[in-house]
């Protein structure tokens, strides 16, 4: 694949849009880089939960373009001994360059073929001087100080070599679980976990479509029976009231509450277990 510049920077954080910390982050960017293209997936992650910036990036990988940088910044350890990294994804026709911290939050990025180095920060905020900009290292920030920078320099067609210490070879690695299931007696049960709960309080789970055989399903969260509930083919469908499940826009089972939230309902949380049920014919 040639080398390109200008490439564009697909940024998602926890930081949200109250503060000024991504308008900081894009300032820097866009002093080393007049021209550059960032687009936000998004900063409202819930605060420090990297498996739900995991969630998000396992869903839209296959929505980026071949040649692209991620710029991820959900960061509880922020100021700790963890390594900030630069990776590079690479197959045949694709190029995937990902910045950020090293606890896991690009594990649906890596594969076979990945590379990953953990960036040297002095070496960032010396080139960062180059452009007039007088970062220093905080304890805080590191989505100013360092990825912001290094996610510019590479959107420019820079090396990554020139801002590396030592390629990592066992990076932190956080999968999601796969549902399983059992047949008893004719009956199927499929367990999964929640993964996700998005702002209109649906709750997002890991049970894959092509494993739910009808349209009537009993319900358990964390061993709570939830009852019996349809699945429809639209939230137009659901009544008002009514708990209903849907195969969200990624193929996987979610449980809604028409116009309001299912999590707040069901007090469902992120890694709540999910148990559903059916006759198995």
Do not use: W
Request: net charge positive; aromatic share 10%.
């Amino acid at each position: 694949m040639p080398k390109k510049k200008n490439i564009p920077i697909f940024f998602l954080t926890d930081y949200g849009n109250q503060d000024e910390y991504v308008g900081v982050v894009k300032s820097v960017i866009q002093c080393i880089n007049p021209n550059s293209k960032v687009i936000d997936i998004t900063h409202e992650i819930k605060s420090h939960d990297v498996h739900a910036g995991i969630y998000i990036l396992s869903k839209i990988i296959d929505y980026l373009p071949r040649f692209c940088i991620v710029l991820g910044v959900v960061d509880p350890g922020v100021g700790s001994t963890r390594e900030g990294i630069v990776g590079i994804s690479q197959t045949k026709d694709r190029k995937i360059f990902f910045v950020g911290p090293n606890n896991g939050l690009f594990t649906p990025i890596f594969s076979e073929k990945t590379r990953i180095f953990e960036i040297d920060h002095k070496k960032v905020i010396r080139e960062s001087k180059k452009f007039g900009l007088n970062l220093f290292i905080s304890n805080t920030f590191h989505g100013r100080d360092i990825f912001g920078p290094v996610s510019a320099f590479l959107s420019l067609g820079r090396n990554y070599k020139s801002f590396v210490k030592r390629e990592i070879t066992s990076p932190v690695r956080i999968d999601i679980p796969n549902a399983s299931v059992t047949l008893t007696d004719g009956r199927k049960t499929i367990k999964g976990h929640v993964i996700y709960i998005d702002k209109f309080g649906n709750i997002v789970t890991n049970i894959k479509d092509e494993l739910i055989e009808k349209n009537q399903l009993h319900i358990e969260i964390s061993g709570r029976s939830i009852g019996d509930i349809r699945i429809v083919s639209s939230y137009a469908e659901g009544k008002e009231g009514e708990i209903f499940g849907i195969i969200g826009s990624y193929r996987t089972l979610e449980i809604s509450l028409k116009q309001a939230s299912a999590s707040e309902k069901l007090g469902a949380k992120i890694f709540d277990t999910v148990s559903i049920s059916f006759e198995h014919s």
